[in-house]
């Protein structure tokens, strides 16, 4: 490889041993910069509130409680714990809506160990209260959250179709913040119901728009405000507000996805779309492949569908277990639809259009709601779909809810190979896909056993199975969830160790020390893998 | 600061002084390296050949040869030309299209000594040929171009609306191998007419379609296959060809817009759209601001016109000269729009809303294209513009092309202010705006001098004035047309000093030699600016 590059790798050998890092933890003076710094109001270190931050909705990981949690309520709080943390040697983890599902935000790094586990609401127990902080604060990486919840300002450009809102604010709270002023804009990204933009940015994810919308990547954040470990505040786009500009690469790419490992998120100015007239239809097909198919034509012919849901025979079994429908669906595979364009009058034209492909594939009718009340009936189908799955084991019912993604192209043999493989599994595992973006949930459920902590081997096993297939199938572990760190297993054979050797070398060019969020979406170094 | 910064502060200073830094250029041994790899049929030493490369289409800067050519076919070739280059200290530039306006991808980097500039074709002049070529290979800093021109191979996924090019690709070649095979997808993204696949990921920009499909940015580019400069080959996301996937932070995202600075892209993973029926309608009115007023109107009902474009009374004037229009059009500002539905009788539906719009605006009855030729005929107004402009000023016209772009709330104003500056400085500056995306493109106009190099300093003053007025007003020095060369000088104004050193901390970590394409985007370090 010749001398430079001999001469290169002996440098970055002397530069290693050199390169900062982390100073021994300091728990207890770090604990006294924070108390010297904020206020009671805004630290928090008692038992039940780091209990409650130790939690994500829907994640299946043993809860981790941090060792405190600081509520910023502006970006120079922000900048004040980035310091103290790099200072002190502490672990410093964003947190917002705790919607993560593969534990994106949660504590302790990487593995917490056991003693550090939370095993079950303290309540009012105060002996166990102080046991588990001695534990917490004894750690070798002691956690500090830093919640950007309370940071929920929102400023409007309504002629821009522009919002700058702090990323404590929600998508829901947006839209309905705009809809009480009678403004007819919304944001079209629409994940967990209770999302938070900060979070929101830190995965990238969809929902059920992607398919009208395109993603959060598709342009949505236009610029962010960051905090990055080395105590400096920038703003990507500086104080441009303009839809487009093109001043080298975007730096706020950096941020979307990267779960908070790489800066601290604390303004985002995001585009809002038009709120228009929407119109659901539904039916259903002998087949997955019939289904793709109607699909393909839809998008085809350049409709503008905001959702393309697919619900397979047992999910439909769930709901018609769940009674909510005014009237029973056949069990086979049902394709739901929403249609957004200008007028009615359109989306009207669009469903008949629709109708004859649906013909065409050999499914049955479609039915299209006539008025708001059947669109909320018929959507009721997909909303409920979480809740109504659980009815198909019963009582105590868990679930693992996988994400793969795959060509639309692969989709259906996708489906009909890992339903090969539920078989075998002997599991129920409902899905609810995304078909217009190839992203299959498979809900896998079982009847969770007293003080189970993690998933049975066969859910796993599983679960492993049906992302080894989508990737076979030119696909990937994670739609729109995220890697976190129950994901982290499938990322070198998906992307390959040049990109994973890409990620590594900016993550260590931004966070030196390794503080922030450290072992998501990668695996740490030193971590035995 | 406390102990911890103070050492990071410390260790920094070590590890600068250890830093890989390039090796003294040795120029003979590139050669002879290059000459060793790479047939004749790839590798051009010649004046003819050289000279050609060191212009860019349209853009003002002086040309500046490289002192070699190497034509890739495959991304093997590039990872050796990135081998040679990095081992002999040598500056490496891709390059393809040669369309860029801001001299991305220039050869000699950063500011040409002027004994390196080109001046003028050398014709058959074995004498001037000789001399030319012994300066550029005495330059300190000789360059190297890796062209991707030749590396045109193209995969498509119809069923997944998915192609997969190589870089030498254009987006027209692309369309018209699609339309040749009777595929009804397109890709939308349409840069100059000559853009390759590689540079318009390089510059990010977009085009007449960016109000209807986004920029480039707008998860049209899914998937890159890069060579870094440590010779290693990544695909950002490795076999996956799903629509949507969140496996951390978008490495692709880290080349689109870099310009060339990162690394060479060699494969792009695309998304393609429906190819739609079109058409076009014009009007005008008695100023911008009704204009701009209109254009909200439309936005706000969610219409999906593909593009909505401005043309001052200047232009149209230029226009009338050159008589390619039926008739005349009134010299006033003009709106250009062209809409995209499933169907014409929804594009008509489309425009009679439209047409109340304009009349609420005060504008002039809308006249709308009856059919293929008569949407032609009106699209003419708009391709034919560059050309037309020329007539304002005559035999000998010159062109600076101005590329601000501000937040639409602020559009009116900036014309309106910009009106005043081109008028104080006595130049003529036709105005054509991608009016929806808030765009202008203020053509300067000129009468060259014979022997002139460089432009005016009346034009100079004219297009920093209308940058720093557009910042002023919550825009961008660069809506699409990139930072190369010429806009560096904006950038710390616009995006500030935390964004610049984040995009140079990248830089360092990706190209620590800063071989690839230096001085491109931000300034050197080492450069006065």
Not at 415 to 425: A, F, H
Request: aromatic share 4%; charged share 20%.
């Amino acid at each position: 490889m010749g001398d430079v590059h001999r001469a290169r790798a002996r440098t970055a050998a002397v530069a290693a041993q050199l390169a900062p890092s982390a100073p021994t933890p300091a728990w207890d003076a770090a604990v006294a910069d924070l108390k010297a710094t904020f206020p009671a109001s805004q630290l928090s270190l008692d038992l039940k509130t780091r209990n409650q931050h130790g939690q994500s909705f829907g994640s299946l990981l043993p809860p981790a409680p941090p060792a405190a949690i600081v509520h910023a309520l502006s970006t120079e709080d922000v900048v004040q714990v980035v310091r103290i943390c790099s200072r002190r040697g502490i672990v410093l983890i964003p947190t917002g809506g705790r919607t993560a599902l593969e534990g994106q935000f949660q504590a302790t790094c990487c593995n917490p160990p056991p003693e550090e586990r939370w095993n079950g609401p303290a309540g009012s127990d105060e002996e166990g209260h102080v046991e588990q902080k001695k534990r917490a604060t004894a750690s070798s990486r002691p956690t500090v959250h830093v919640s950007l919840s309370r940071m929920q300002d929102i400023r409007l450009y309504e002629q821009d179709f522009q919002a700058v809102v702090q990323p404590g604010v929600g998508w829901k709270s947006l839209n309905e913040h705009l809809a009480a002023r009678g403004i007819k804009l919304f944001f079209p990204v629409d994940p967990a119901p209770g999302s938070e933009f900060g979070g929101m940015a830190g995965v990238a994810g969809s929902g059920t728009n992607a398919v009208g919308y395109g993603t959060l990547r598709a342009e949505w954040i236009q610029s962010l405000t960051v905090v990055l470990m080395d105590g400096s505040v920038i703003r990507t786009k500086g104080a441009n507000r303009a839809r487009k500009s093109t001043t080298g690469f975007d730096t706020a790419r950096l941020f979307l996805g990267s779960e908070g490992t790489l800066g601290i998120i604390t303004e985002l100015t995001v585009r809002l779309a038009p709120v228009l007239p929407l119109k659901v239809a539904l039916t259903s097909f002998p087949t997955v492949a019939q289904a793709v198919s109607t699909v393909v034509s839809i998008l085809s012919a350049g409709m503008t569908p905001t959702s393309l849901e697919l619900l397979d025979g047992t999910s439909i079994h769930g709901l018609n277990l769940a009674k909510l429908l005014p009237e029973s669906l056949p069990e086979e595979p049902t394709v739901l639809m929403r249609f957004s364009n200008p007028d009615d009058k359109a989306n009207f034209a669009n469903l008949e259009i629709v109708r004859g492909f649906v013909r065409q594939n050999g499914g049955r009718d479609l039915k299209v709601a006539k008025n708001e009340k059947e669109n909320d009936d018929l959507w009721t189908a997909r909303k409920s779909q979480y809740w109504s799955q659980q009815l198909l084991v019963g009582e105590g019912c868990r679930t693992l809810i996988t994400d793969v993604c795959v060509p639309i192209s692969r989709l259906a043999e996708f489906v009909s190979r890992s339903d090969v493989l539920v078989e075998q599994s002997g599991l129920v595992a409902p899905i609810v896909a995304h078909i217009g973006d190839g992203n299959v949930h498979r809900a896998i459920l079982w009847k969770g056993a007293p003080g189970e902590t993690e998933p049975p081997r066969a859910v796993e096993k599983l679960a492993k199975q049906l992302v080894e297939l989508a990737q076979e199938l030119e696909g990937t572990c994670a739609g729109e969830h995220g890697i976190g760190l129950t994901k982290r297993k499938y990322l070198r054979a998906e992307l390959g160790e040049g990109t994973l050797a890409l990620m590594r070398t900016v993550k260590r060019a931004l966070d030196p020390l390794n503080l922030l969020n450290p072992g998501k979406v990668l695996f740490d170094e030193d971590e035995s893998v």
